[in-house]
């Protein structure tokens, strides 16, 4: 299973390297060449889709990269700004702040707005960490089941916080990727989906509820 990084953000120092990241990357190494069928949305998609050498270049780029906040100041300031707003959603504070690190921890490895993936879950589960959709996309960003299977981890839960960040925003930034910035365009690849409210539904969720201060 993949290991969430503990980010302490009320240290100005960058968090040392801990004995279990040696084996993240080995776990996170080991998937590399199967998690690069990422060519269909999270959504709905094909498992038989070719191998991408982009893509898989991307993940294995991701096994080395294991840190987040740089500035304490920034980090409490973005955590309890983003608390604040998600209380109603999220009652439990405890669960809340461990969600929003891990939410801005995958975004940041990925490349991604931590506000823009908080949009998505935000549209796509409402923040439910066990949401299923009729199609069986599961979890915070509705990854479908059988990737577990693709990344070699099929004893993993897509329910997990870490697990289903990690996959979720990997592909969103792969379609963001290929559509050259283009955040509507992309979010419609993600989400597999020609309808298009989808879009404007994260947009707006991104616009009026999750923009950085």
Same mark, same amino acid.
């Given at each position: 299973? @993949?290991?969430?990084?503990?980010?302490?953000?009320? !240290? !100005? =120092?960058?968090?040392?390297? =801990?004995?279990?990241?040696?084996?993240?990357?080995?776990?996170?190494?080991?998937?590399?060449?199967?998690?690069?069928?990422?060519?269909?949305?999270?959504?709905?998609?094909?498992?038989? *889709?070719?191998?991408?050498?982009?893509?898989?270049? $991307?993940?294995?780029?991701?096994?080395?990269?294991?840190?987040?906040?740089?500035?304490?100041?920034?980090?409490?300031?973005?955590?309890?700004?983003?608390?604040?707003?998600?209380?109603? =959603?999220?009652?439990? *504070?405890?669960?809340?702040?461990?969600?929003?690190?891990?939410?801005?921890?995958?975004?940041?490895?990925?490349?991604?707005?931590?506000?823009?993936?908080?949009?998505?879950?935000?549209?796509? !589960?409402?923040?439910?960490?066990?949401?299923?959709? !009729?199609?069986?996309?599961?979890?915070?960003?509705?990854?479908?089941?059988?990737? $577990?299977?693709?990344?070699?981890?099929?004893?993993?839960?897509?329910?997990?916080?870490?697990?289903?960040?990690?996959?979720?925003?990997? @592909?969103?930034?792969?379609?963001?990727?290929?559509?050259?910035?283009?955040?509507?365009?992309?979010?419609?690849?993600?989400?597999?989906?020609?309808? =298009?409210?989808?879009?404007?539904?994260?947009?707006?969720?991104?616009?009026?509820?999750?923009?950085?201060?």
């Amino acid at each position: 299973m @993949i290991t969430p990084v503990a980010v302490n953000v009320h !240290s !100005s =120092r960058p968090p040392r390297a =801990r004995p279990y990241m040696n084996i993240v990357k080995s776990m996170l190494t080991s998937f590399v060449l199967t998690l690069v069928a990422v060519l269909a949305p999270a959504g709905g998609v094909d498992a038989a *889709a070719p191998v991408d050498p982009e893509l898989r270049l $991307l993940v294995k780029k991701a096994a080395q990269e294991t840190d987040s906040f740089h500035d304490r100041f920034d980090g409490e300031v973005w955590l309890a700004d983003m608390s604040r707003r998600l209380t109603t =959603r999220v009652p439990e *504070a405890g669960y809340r702040v461990e969600l929003l690190k891990n939410v801005h921890y995958e975004a940041n490895r990925a490349g991604l707005a931590p506000e823009v993936v908080l949009s998505v879950i935000d549209v796509e !589960s409402n923040f439910n960490q066990y949401a299923i959709s !009729s199609a069986g996309a599961r979890g915070l960003m509705q990854v479908m089941p059988f990737w $577990l299977k693709e990344i070699g981890q099929p004893g993993d839960s897509l329910f997990r916080l870490q697990t289903n960040l990690r996959l979720g925003c990997t @592909i969103l930034k792969y379609y963001l990727d290929k559509e050259k910035g283009n955040l509507y365009a992309a979010l419609k690849r993600y989400n597999g989906t020609r309808e =298009r409210d989808y879009s404007l539904k994260v947009d707006k969720a991104l616009r009026t509820r999750w923009f950085r201060q």
